[in-house]
């Protein structure tokens, strides 16, 4: 398609893409996306989070970074094994070509057909037994004076009865925009936790699909703790096989004028499986959130039991919370629940922790961190839980 007939904001995203190389599923899922274009708040699924800040931006692809900037970052991350990508290049070595073993439809995602269109490489982690620490996968990015783009590429398997933890963490410095697609799928018995930690710089833009596909009998632990970016965007969808366990946790934080949207949908397909949902967020100056989380009960998903629950602590007047928790129940043997809290700190407990000669800041900090432990304090490795905390 000439750059001449489509608009805009999508020529960039054309012009970067005339310039790689290119298959058959790179040229459908541009395509793809020239067709859908960018998503706006006339959409449902859009309506609190207005992307005019991000499209409005020529992103360029990433250049090569700077190294020793890259190894400063990473010493302040826990050991361990890794995978790293530095604007969006694999510094570590790679394993033998995979096949992408895709689950997923670009043909309604734009952002999942512009991530397919410019894939390039792919962090695979492929588990057949137990794993004996976490992998983790680090995308640091540093793309200099100019506005750069990267599209990572996560691939997680855990065959038959695996059981392991992998770990993503996106950190960076200035302004880039950041469009990640994680797939996560679990075998027959499988055993998973997946954290995702989100520490962009306050300059750019994250948008992540997160696809968690559960084999019969397996469970999936995920958590995700979005901490940075000036506009920020995750999208967890999880299908649950019969006898599944899925555990969706996470911690949104904003201040200053930033923006972060959280969408989980729990597609609960077969009988008897078992969800439980619980999102915090805390939101300071003129910053604002979205959660939005449904939950769905097919019908012959009977024996369902789903809880999903939403609780925001809002620090500031200014700052704007819009939540939505919805069920779709279309079986009559199950119990699910929902809800959802907005509130602000306790006066009454502030005012006992300073009776006890402790300082304002100091109580509304330590109430901030009770709020915020819940999260954090299921993470199986120590390291990295520690780690979490000390940045909460």
């Not at 006890?356 to 900090?365: M, P, T």
């Not at 999260?375 to 909460?392: C, H, M, P, T």
Request: proline share 5%; hydrophobic share 40%.
């Amino acid at each position: 398609m000439p750059v001449e007939e489509i608009s805009q904001q999508l020529a960039p995203y054309l012009e970067a893409f005339d310039r790689v190389p290119k298959t058959p599923l790179h040229q459908a899922a541009m395509e793809r996306f020239l067709e859908l274009g960018f998503p706006t708040s006339r959409e449902e699924d859009w309506k609190f989070t207005n992307l005019a800040p991000l499209t409005r931006m020529s992103f360029e692809p990433a250049e090569p970074g700077d190294a020793k900037v890259a190894a400063k970052i990473l010493s302040a991350l826990p050991p361990g094994p890794r995978i790293v990508f530095l604007n969006g290049r694999r510094l570590t070595p790679a394993e033998p070509n995979r096949s992408l073993e895709t689950r997923l439809d670009f043909r309604k995602r734009p952002f999942v057909a512009l991530n397919t269109a410019f894939l390039s490489d792919l962090a695979t982690v492929h588990v057949k037994g137990i794993l004996a620490e976490p992998v983790h996968v680090i995308y640091i990015s540093l793309p200099g004076g100019r506005p750069r783009m990267a599209h990572p590429r996560n691939l997680f398997v855990f065959e038959s009865g695996a059981q392991g933890s992998v770990i993503e963490t996106y950190v960076g410095e200035n302004v880039y925009f950041n469009n990640a697609v994680t797939e996560i799928i679990a075998g027959e018995g499988a055993v998973v936790e997946h954290v995702k930690l989100q520490r962009e710089s306050l300059d750019a833009f994250h948008i992540s699909t997160i696809h968690i596909e559960q084999g019969r009998g397996s469970v999936v632990t995920s958590r995700s703790f979005a901490l940075g970016g000036a506009l920020a965007r995750t999208e967890i969808n999880a299908v649950l096989d019969e006898g599944s366990e899925c555990t969706l946790n996470g911690l949104y934080a904003v201040d200053g004028h930033r923006h972060v949207d959280t969408r989980t949908v729990i597609d609960h397909a077969k009988p008897h499986a078992t969800s439980h949902e619980l999102y915090k967020g805390i939101l300071n100056d003129r910053s604002s959130a979205v959660f939005n989380g449904k939950i769905i009960v097919r019908k012959d998903a009977q024996k369902t039991d789903a809880k999903q629950t939403n609780k925001n602590l809002v620090l500031s007047e200014d700052a704007t919370i819009n939540t939505k928790p919805q069920l779709e129940i279309f079986a009559d043997d199950v119990r699910c629940t929902h809800g959802a809290t907005v509130g602000q700190l306790d006066s009454d407990s502030i005012f006992y922790l300073r009776s006890r000669g402790i300082g304002e800041q100091a109580a509304r900090a330590m109430l901030i961190e009770a709020f915020t432990r819940e999260i954090a304090d299921g993470i199986k490795s120590q390291a990295f839980r520690d780690y979490v905390e000390s940045l909460l």
